[in-house]
């Protein structure tokens, strides 16, 4: 056996200083041509990435040939680009980190009392849209700073224990600020560091130039430049393609008005309207009405050698006391820190939900899901702190909010999506997610959690109460990681090997 660490990233000044003086470039190209080549030679691996640094124009041109050629864009996987990304709107951020198979780490505005800087979208291209949209912001900004003043003696008052102790005052101080952040625009500056493979890079370079907003164009232009020169055989298809940019501009839009005809109604109405002028924060849409069975069938087949088909009649044909006896078997040794089998990956559920900014900011970071989210909408209202409510700053919330809107109102009849830049973290989008329940159970371990922010727990704890309604008993240990001991311990009488 020989095990060898190839590479890892090393930061470009460093990569700079470090340049060979023969001139050769440095580029990550090389592991995508040393890798892509495994397959076929007899040679090993730590020689082909050798003859690929040693010929670095035969190894891009091998790159293109495996990757445009031969269709194998995976070997682009292997080149890996960090990037620090300042100064950019929280309206780019939810473009920036929507991608799956990247990774973030993002300035977060629970920890960070903010300094007031915002972006100016640069389609507001007249003195007086400027003019009303920095009114709007300044007024949300000073508010901001207002409410965590009160927000943040209110809670030191309720809480005095805490107080007193240093590490415990910076969370209450945590509370305060992600509280009055909810009047904070989606202009407001952020930052954050991404860490993103080649062929994800390109995908992220063709949606960026399909973008309706000015910023994102040009952030995946100047992320293009940078690579371009670094990694060209790997980078062969920035641009959108024809289908992408039928289902981003209005021909398909417009094809579905001609198909389906009578398409009418709004996000407020419909499935979402409890009748009383208010909407259901999130609606299951569809599930695996079977989904305790289809996981126990997936055991039965697989660890017994027999087809699913069989195995699946024989769990319909057990009742639920088998059944739950079966996985109470199977969670016995289960941690907090254990995350069930993949066979839950076989149970599906699809909801609809409408939630604030803030909530989509932490919502967005479960990328494994599938989520679909519908643009900003103020008809759909806001999402308002009960603690802005108890310090008596809710008639002041409610009318920046109100200002806010009307000068959206204006800014979006001049200058279309660029208006939404205007908006809070108050403000409500809809959202459809789907997830299977492995992956519900990892949400609902982190989100349910006593330690989570309350937006987010509120709409994981409606998530888990309809979810267990439905899979009784795939879901017995479906909780926050700060209910777990107390879970276990109800289940079979005594608390788990590790306690939190």
């Not at 690929?52 to 031969?70: C, E, L």
């Not at 929280?90 to 009392?113: D, G």
Request: charged share 30%; proline share 4%.
């Amino acid at each position: 056996m020989q095990i060898k660490l190839a590479g890892f990233n090393v930061e470009t000044e460093i990569l700079e200083n470090l340049a060979p003086g023969d001139g050769a470039p440095l580029t990550p190209e090389t592991f995508s041509s040393a890798y892509a080549r495994i397959s076929r030679s007899k040679k090993d691996v730590t020689a082909l990435r050798k003859q690929a640094r040693d010929d670095v124009d035969k190894a891009r041109k091998s790159n293109k040939k495996i990757i445009f050629g031969m269709g194998h864009h995976s070997v682009a996987e292997h080149a890996v680009f960090n990037f620090d990304i300042i100064g950019v709107s929280r309206l780019a951020l939810e473009e920036i980190e929507k991608f799956r198979l990247a990774s973030y780490t993002e300035k977060s505005q629970r920890y960070v009392t903010l300094d007031g800087d915002y972006v100016v979208p640069a389609e507001l291209d007249d003195d007086g849209s400027v003019a009303l949209f920095k009114e709007a912001l300044e007024i949300q900004n000073g508010f901001y700073f207002k409410a965590y003043g009160i927000l943040k003696e209110y809670l030191f008052t309720k809480h005095p224990e805490r107080a007193a102790d240093k590490t415990e005052r910076k969370v209450l101080e945590g509370w305060a600020k992600e509280d009055a952040r909810y009047i904070l625009s989606l202009a407001v500056e952020g930052q954050v560091g991404m860490t993103i493979n080649a062929r994800n890079l390109e995908h992220l370079f063709r949606r960026f130039a399909l973008s309706r907003r000015q910023e994102i164009r040009e952030i995946g232009k100047i992320m293009y430049g940078q690579v371009e020169k670094i990694a060209p055989s790997l980078i062969l298809f920035p641009e959108p393609s024809q289908f992408e940019r039928q289902l981003n501009d209005d021909t398909f839009k417009q094809f579905l008005a001609e198909t389906v005809p009578a398409v009418t109604g709004d996000p407020t109405a419909a499935s979402l309207d409890k009748g009383d002028g208010s909407i259901y924060r999130l609606l299951l849409l569809n599930y695996s009405k079977d989904g305790d069975e289809r996981i126990l069938a997936a055991f039965i087949s697989l660890y017994h050698g027999i087809d699913y088909a069989k195995a699946y009649e024989t769990v319909v044909r057990m009742d639920e006391k088998g059944k739950r006896a079966v996985f109470e078997g199977l969670f016995r040794s289960l941690e907090f820190f254990d995350s069930p089998p993949r066979e839950f990956e076989l149970a599906d559920v699809t909801f609809q939900a409408v939630v604030s900014a803030s909530n989509f900011a932490q919502l967005k970071r479960h990328r494994m899901a599938t989520l679909v989210a519908g643009e900003y909408n103020i008809a759909l209202g806001n999402t308002i702190p009960e603690n802005i409510k108890k310090n008596d700053l809710e008639p002041e919330f409610k009318q920046i909010i109100q200002r806010t809107n009307d000068i959206h109102q204006l800014l979006k009849k001049r200058h279309g999506a660029a208006a939404d830049y205007i908006l809070t973290n108050s403000h409500n989008r809809p959202v459809i997610m789907k997830m299977n329940l492995r992956e519900i159970y990892h949400f609902v371990r982190l989100r349910a959690d006593a330690h989570a922010q309350w937006d987010i727990r509120d709409l994981s704890l409606q998530l888990l109460k309809q979810v267990k309604h439905q899979m009784p008993n795939s879901t017995i240990l479906l909780c926050g990681k700060s209910k777990y001991t107390e879970e276990f311990q109800t289940i079979y009488k005594k608390p788990p090997t590790f306690k939190i």
